[in-house]
């Protein structure tokens, strides 16, 4: 139980502004800060914060409330993991009894998967660096890879042995339960009814949430460890607590730099993150390999509107995923696509470069999305009438989900001059394509928009 003075305190120095900028960018209208609701699919700015009361509330779906009530329902914590979660950020101690060997009993099964997670995790780090074949493996390959200790440290990267079952038998002999370890996906249970280590003989990614408790592993296998094995990568299956269309590997050591710079890099890898940051690019976050999800993309539109998309130059690859990007347009995002040059990939040339060549190489050679699907569509069409129209209605597909009209007008008139093509066609075809998808979702957007006397309730 936390008291209630020190509950006080706590409700005394969480500032509303502080605790939403981290999540949400926030625009600055009048007395208070204005941005997108981060508990719905929220086209225009409705959820406002105001400092003065100590209060945040969006106008259209109703969710908010003080601080503490932002923390509970933006990252799914009970009232007592929030006031902690805000202890912490403010430097309060939180003094606690310990909890009885009954009451760890009935802890709701979310947080002694979490507590199983954090386990493992120290014992991943712990054999990473303790253990004689984590540091000549294990270790062996980061250091490989150029990753300084700090880096190592900050991602809280681990190795697990291949004993096939050293963490079950570690996670048992300390009381961990062999339920919990099993709907963790840390272990799996073999038809005589013993466990084995999911990710045995291989160097541990962990995977945090927005708050940075781990949710997930994801774990690379080393050839020199495991001949055999084919799959390189294996990720923890889906479970109480992790859903993966709703995650993003590195987003907790991200979000405020995405906020500083109001932009988000995205990538494929668990290394291209680490390496960009070990460089000084700290506003990255990786889709881990698979398209983008609502859910993903929803993540990093609270804190930017404006992304870039980092390719290494393989054509298939950039083609299969030009659809998934059709998704952040139609949230609303800006989005530009750097190339990188040949025989590069985001963690290799991350690790030849400091920030600033970084910055000024993404500078110089990124491009707006729209215009890089035209020019890469195009080199492939080229003067074949049938996959002219079919890059036609490819873009025409694209610029559709664009929900600012006054966007869309204008690449209609570039993507026209480029193709040769007159500007009715284009707009003909898009109107088709948004009255056939959306209905009346405007009408419905424009009814739920607060009016001036709404606000007036909110504002001082």
């Avoid at 007395?31 to 997108?36: A, F, K, S, W």
């Avoid at 003080?66 to 933006?74: G, K, L, Q, S, T």
């Avoid at 990568?233 to 906020?259: C, D, R, T, W």
């Avoid at 193709?419 to 948004?434: M, P, Y």
Wanted: hydrophobic share 35%.
């Amino acid at each position: 139980m936390i008291d209630q003075s020190t509950i006080d305190r706590i409700l005394d120095a969480a500032q509303i502004y502080d605790v939403v900028s981290e999540f949400v960018t926030l625009r600055k209208r009048g007395v208070n800060y204005v941005g997108l609701c981060p508990f719905h699919d929220d086209k225009t700015p409705s959820f406002y914060v105001s400092p003065a009361k100590g209060l945040c509330k969006c106008f259209a779906c109703g969710k908010g409330g003080n601080a503490v009530h932002f923390i509970m329902e933006h990252e799914q914590m009970s009232y007592p993991e929030a006031l902690k979660f805000l202890a912490k950020k403010y430097g309060i101690e939180v003094k606690e009894r310990e909890l009885s060997d009954e009451e760890k009993q009935i802890q709701n099964e979310r947080e002694s998967l979490f507590i199983v997670n954090q386990f493992a995790r120290d014992y991943f780090q712990q054999i990473l660096h303790n253990h004689v074949e984590g540091r000549s493996i294990g270790m062996a390959y980061f250091r490989n890879r150029g990753f300084r200790d700090d880096i190592i440290e900050k991602f809280q990267l681990g190795y697990c042995t291949d004993s096939h079952d050293a963490l079950a038998q570690e996670a048992l002999r300390k009381g961990y339960k062999r339920e919990y370890l099993i709907k963790t996906g840390l272990c799996y249970e073999k038809e005589d009814g013993s466990l084995r280590d999911r990710f045995w003989g291989r160097v541990i990614f962990p995977i945090h949430t927005l708050s940075g408790k781990v949710v997930a592993f994801g774990g690379r296998v080393l050839a020199s460890a495991t001949k055999g094995v084919k799959v390189k990568y294996v990720n923890s299956p889906e479970s109480n607590i992790y859903h993966k269309s709703n995650e993003l590997y590195g987003i907790y050591f991200a979000k405020q730099a995405i906020v500083k710079q109001d932009r988000c890099f995205l990538v494929e890898g668990y290394t291209d993150v680490i390496s960009m940051h070990q460089a000084g690019v700290e506003n990255v976050v990786a889709s881990s390999g698979t398209a983008l999800t609502i859910g993903q993309i929803r993540m990093i539109h609270r804190f930017t509107n404006n992304m870039t998309v980092l390719y290494d130059g393989d054509a298939a690859g950039i083609k299969a995923s030009l659809r998934g990007i059709d998704m952040l347009l139609a949230e609303g995002m800006n989005i530009k696509v750097c190339l990188l040059p040949d025989g590069e990939d985001p963690d290799s040339f991350a690790r030849k470069h400091h920030a600033a060549e970084f910055h000024a190489f993404i500078n110089e050679h990124e491009t707006d999305f729209i215009h890089f699907k035209t020019n890469l569509l195009l080199e492939d069409a080229d003067k074949d009438p049938i996959k002219r129209a079919e890059l036609i209605s490819d873009l025409v597909q694209s610029i559709s989900v664009i929900p600012e009209a006054i966007v869309r007008d204008v690449y209609i008139k570039e993507c026209a001059q480029v193709l040769q093509v007159e500007d009715k066609l284009l707009v003909s075809e898009i109107a088709k394509r948004r009255e056939s998808r959306t209905g009346n979702s405007e009408k419905q957007t424009k009814e739920i928009t607060p009016d001036t006397d709404t606000y007036a309730s909110f504002i001082p």
